[in-house]
């Protein structure tokens, strides 16, 4: 299985740019996280989805930040406009049970806004 | 207020040295996640937890669910178990600790 799979792995862009990163969970995971690093403030989840439908997303920061998950093999999370505070890490990652089961992460998407 | 506390922060051992990371919460939980992420990102799940105890090779994990408290343990150590290793926690959301750092001298 190739894993979870993200893209782009590095991104630099200027403020007020629109950054789309997107995730491909591992075939047959019916659950799939979207998470944020940072020094400062750690791992943080922002958003996740069961079966394609986002559950909850209490950790999106604010309104610039918006994830979907069109099927069941593809998710997005897209921050519009960027702002240099949102230079982080972003993984994504996925799950085969409904809830907190075994979790596997992606490689991570390495955002830097000048 | 952190719903997720780890201790150590740093930890730095000799090689072969048994190692225990300790994770304390405070929220109700349905299971515990203890994540591990390599130098350069990567991170890999490395048990979840929902009660009494798991061994996978060199690494064990408990947990005390009455005392909301859960240890790691590496016997053994090695230099490639250098790591930042991370409590998780699922109650109604995900809580994260903010990470043990263990660096693993030969």
């Known amino acids: 299985d190739a894993g979870v799979i993200q893209s782009p792995r590095h991104e630099v862009t200027e403020m007020g740019q629109e950054v789309t990163l997107r995730c491909k969970p591992i075939?047959?995971?019916?659950?799939l996280f979207w998470y944020r690093q940072t020094m400062m403030r750690g791992l943080e989840l922002l958003i996740y989805?069961?079966?394609?439908?986002?559950?909850?997303d209490s950790g999106m920061p604010e309104d610039r930040f918006s994830a979907k998950m069109p099927n069941a093999s593809f998710s997005t999370l897209k921050i519009q406009p960027s702002e240099p505070r949102d230079s982080a890490v972003y993984f994504c990652a996925s799950s085969s049970r409904t809830g907190p089961d075994t979790i596997y992460f992606g490689e991570g998407s390495w955002l830097t806004v000048v | 207020k952190n719903e997720v506390e780890q201790s150590p922060q740093n930890l730095t051992a000799q090689e072969g040295e048994f190692i225990t990371i300790n994770c304390s919460y405070s929220?109700?939980?349905?299971?515990l996640h203890w994540l591990q992420q390599h130098p350069g990102g990567g991170i890999v799940s490395l048990f979840m937890l929902s009660s009494g105890k798991k061994k996978h090779g060199r690494l064990i994990a408990t947990i005390n669910i009455q005392e909301k408290h859960s240890s790691l343990h590496i016997t053994a150590s090695h230099p490639r178990d250098s790591a930042v290793y991370i409590c998780a926690v699922f109650g109604n959301q995900f809580y994260f600790g903010t990470g043990t750092s263990l660096t693993v001298i030969p």
């Open positions: 075939s047959g995971h019916n659950s």
């Open positions: 929220v109700g939980i349905s299971a």
């Open positions: 989805f069961n079966n394609n439908v986002p559950i909850d």
